[in-house]
């Protein structure tokens, strides 16, 4: 792909990712709202062409653009549209969506078909852009961390966490607090609905976990 492309490939995510994506997607359009995504992957090769928008080769270097990507895409004159080299979306752990309303992409953080969005990704585990004080970006949602392929009490998110607390409770396998901090009150939902479904008391939510516990398996 070049540069200029956006991949919306949901299968280049992270495989949790790929599963919260789904879930929040399909509620999404259970409320009516048309959802558009809009980018996932990005490579660093991209990173570097968006960095370079509305930044001189100096500005670039001085962040730690190589100096051939700098001269390449630095292009001051035009909008900035990224402030970081490290966007999660190179970690295949971010995505952006917007609504699409009577054909036309609403790039409007106000609209209630955002509102939305924002909402039910947060639900299924997401940090919204759009709440960020610091150059907040309302297409964009994330999930940090060095998870791979289980989401477990050494690798969540506080968002990630939340998430799978109202789904426990919501089975009725967890009854503490909906805080984000995934203790031993956590680990024990986690292993109780892992039994109830027949799978090993790991303490862990894997792919196949996750998408039961989110309702789309």
Known sequence: MS???????????????QVMLSAALKEIKVTGVNPLV?????????QYYLYGQ????????????????AKKYAKPGATKVTWTLN????????????????????????DKDTKKIIEIMQKYGFE???????????????????????????????????????ALKAFGFYTGKIDGIWGATTTKAVNLFRKANGWQQSGKIGK?????LLGIL
């Open 3 to 17: 540069v200029t492309d956006q991949c919306r490939d949901a299968g280049k995510l992270n495989v949790l990712v």
């Open 38 to 46: 809009v980018e996932t992957y990005r490579s660093k090769e991209r």
């Open 54 to 69: 509305g930044r001189t080769v100096a500005q670039c270097t001085a962040v730690g653009v190589p100096a051939a990507k």
């Open 87 to 110: 966007s999660i979306h190179i970690q295949k752990k971010a995505v952006d969506v917007i609504p699409v309303r009577n054909g036309r992409a609403i790039w409007n953080t106000n």
């Open 128 to 166: 919204a852009g759009a709440n960020w004080t610091s150059s907040p970006d309302s297409p964009h949602y994330q999930v940090k961390g060095t998870f791979s392929k289980v989401f477990s009490q050494e690798k969540n998110t506080t968002y990630v966490t939340k998430s799978i607390q109202r």
């Open 208 to 212: 196949t976990a996750l998408k039961k």
